[in-house]
C-alpha cells in the first residue's frame, strides 16, 4: 500500500525546494545579472564555500532523524550502482554539461523561464535521454554489483556517522574560514572594497540559498531522482514538483527583471548567454549529459553538496565530473571544427543537389520548348 502521506510531504518538500532554488536564482540575476549554472560556477570558489555551508551545517550540527528526510542513508546511496558506474556517470555528467553549457540548473531552472529556445532544446533532449537511460538500467540490471569491491567490502568502508560528523563541522569552518580569508585579502592586498566585497557576499549567499533548495527539494538523494527518470510502478513525481515551482516563478521574477530594469543592481549589464541558436554541439552534450544523469541520478549540484557524505563513491563522482568538464573544455576547439566541417559538408551536399535539380529542370525546360518548336513547324 503507497504511503500518501509520505508522498503528499515529498511534493510539499519538492515545491518549497523549486520556490528557493528559484529566489536564489532571481536574486544571483537581479544583483549580479548572472544566470545560476552549477556546471558554469562549479570553480567559483564563494559560490562552492556558500553550497558547502549549509550541508556542513545540517550533517554536523543537527540529528540524523532530521538529516534523514532530506539525506539518503549511505548504504542506499551506494546501492545498485557500481565504482564504474559512478566513474562513468560522473565523467558523462561533467562533458555534457560542459559541452552543452549547462545542466538542471542552468537550462531547466533558468533558461526556460527566459523561454530560451537552447535551453527548451537541452532540457527536452537530456530528459528523453535520461528517462530512457534510466528506464533501461531499471529493466535491464548493469554495472550494479562491483567487481572492485564486493557488496560487505563496500559496506564495511562507509564512514561511520561520527566520523562524517567530524568532517561536515571541519568543512562548516573551512568554508566560513575561506569566506573570510577572501574579504580580508580583498580589502588588504587588493585595496578594492566595494565591488569585489558585493560581489563576494551575493555568491556566498546565492551558493547558501541554492543548495538548501536543492537539499529540501530532495534532488541530493540519487534514488528519488532515478524513481522519476525512471518509467516503472514505482514512478515519483516529485521532480516534476521542483521543477514547475522553479520555472513557475522564475517565469514571473525573471521577465520583471529583464524587462522593467536596464541593468542589474551591482552590474553595469546582464551576463546572458550570447548562444541563441540551437546546434549540433548542444543536442549531443545534452545527450550526453542525460545519459550520465540517468546512469547514477545525479547531476553537478547535488554532487557537490554531498562530495564527501558517501565516501569513496560521491567523491569519485566528483573527481570525474571535473575531469570530464575540464578535458571537453580542451577538447571544445576540435569539436566545434568537427562539427563544423560536418555542417559544411552536408550544405556543400545539398547545394549540389540542389544545383543538379535546377539543371535538370533547365534541361527538361529546354527540351519541351524544342518540341513545341517542332510540333509548329510540322503544323506550318
Not at 117 to 138: C, D, E, H, P, W
Request: hydrophobic share 45%; aromatic share 12%.
Amino acid at each position: 500500500m503507497i504511503d500518501t502521506a509520505h508522498t503528499y510531504d515529498k511534493y510539499i518538500n519538492g515545491v518549497i525546494g523549486g520556490l528557493i532554488m528559484s529566489i536564489a536564482s532571481s536574486i544571483h540575476l537581479l544583483l549580479k545579472g548572472k544566470i545560476t549554472g552549477i556546471s558554469g560556477t562549479l570553480f567559483s570558489i564563494c559560490f562552492l564555500s556558500g553550497m558547502l555551508f549549509i550541508p556542513s551545517l545540517i550533517r554536523g550540527f543537527t540529528k540524523k532523524s532530521f538529516y534523514n528526510r532530506i539525506l539518503e542513508d549511505p548504504i542506499e546511496y551506494t546501492d545498485s550502482l557500481s565504482i564504474i558506474g559512478f566513474i562513468l556517470s560522473g565523467f558523462l555528467v561533467g562533458f555534457g554539461t560542459k559541452m552543452a553549457n549547462g545542466c538542471t540548473s542552468g537550462h531547466g531552472v533558468c533558461g526556460l523561464p527566459r523561454l530560451s529556445k537552447r535551453s527548451f532544446a537541452a532540457v527536452g533532449t537530456f530528459l528523453i535521454f535520461g528517462i530512457g537511460f534510466a528506464t533501461l538500467r531499471y529493466h535491464v540490471k548493469f554495472l550494479e554489483s562491483d567487481f572492485i569491491l564486493s557488496k560487505k567490502k563496500k559496506d564495511n568502508i562507509i564512514l561511520s556517522e561520527n566520523t562524517v560528523k567530524i568532517i561536515s563541522i571541519a568543512f562548516f569552518c573551512l568554508t566560513i574560514i575561506i569566506f573570510i580569508f577572501i574579504l580580508i585579502f580583498i580589502f588588504n592586498v587588493l585595496r578594492k572594497k566595494v565591488y569585489e566585497f558585493k560581489e563576494i557576499l551575493i555568491s556566498f549567499f546565492v551558493g547558501i540559498l541554492f543548495s538548501l533548495g536543492l537539499m529540501e527539494s530532495g534532488m541530493a538523494q540519487r534514488h528519488l531522482v532515478l524513481s522519476f527518470l525512471s518509467i516503472c510502478k514505482e514512478w515519483d513525481a516529485t521532480l516534476i514538483c521542483v521543477l514547475g515551482a522553479a520555472v513557475g516563478l522564475n517565469l514571473i521574477t525573471f521577465n520583471l527583471i529583464l524587462k522593467k530594469m536596464e541593468k542589474p543592481i551591482f552590474h553595469n549589464k546582464f551576463q546572458l548567454p550570447d548562444k541563441t541558436e540551437i546546434d549540433i554541439k548542444l543536442i549531443i552534450g545534452a545527450a550526453i549529459f542525460g545519459i550520465g544523469w540517468g546512469f547514477g541520478g545525479i547531476c553537478p549540484g547535488p554532487g557537490v553538496l554531498c562530495f564527501y557524505f558517501y565516501l569513496p563513491q560521491s567523491i569519485i563522482f566528483m573527481i570525474m565530473t571535473i575531469c570530464g568538464q575540464l578535458l571537453e573544455h580542451k577538447l571544445d576547439n576540435k569539436i566545434e571544427n568537427i562539427l563544423k566541417g560536418a555542417k559544411e559538408e552536408k550544405n556543400e551536399e545539398s547545394e549540389e543537389v540542389n544545383q543538379i535539380k535546377i539543371s535538370k529542370y533547365i534541361e527538361n525546360k529546354n527540351g519541351s520548348e524544342s518540341e513545341v518548336k517542332d510540333i509548329k513547324i510540322i503544323n506550318k
